[in-house]
């Protein structure tokens, strides 16, 4: 039976790792630990991938709170204002409105504030 070498596979998968450790500094460059740093880059990218939604929400849900205390309402009245006015826009809308767009933002409020004392 022939002998197989296996070479260009092993080169192959090093080259990969190697191609993505690129620009890394030290050590890193090389096979081993750029292999073990690669690897841990991809689990961090893959975890904060998720985790950017979290806080992404959380950054929306601070200007609409911080815009609706203005006008004399909590984010949760005004949210559950909103909800009773048939209001279907996210939250990322709404704080896109309460930086940018503050008196269509104000109206919103004032719709949330009838439909709360109704």
Known sequence: MPRV???????RRHKKILEIAKGYVGGRKLYRQGRETVEKGLTYAFRDRKA???????LWIV???AAARLEGLS?????????QAGVELDRKVLAEMA?????AFNELVALAKSKLAA
């Open 99 to 103: 930086v940018n767009e503050r008196a």
């Open 75 to 83: 984010y949760g009245l005004l949210m559950h204002g909103l909800k």
């Open 63 to 65: 200007r609409i709170n």
């Open 52 to 58: 950017r939604k979290r806080d992404f929400r959380r």
């Open 5 to 11: 070498t296996r070479g260009t596979k092993g080169h």
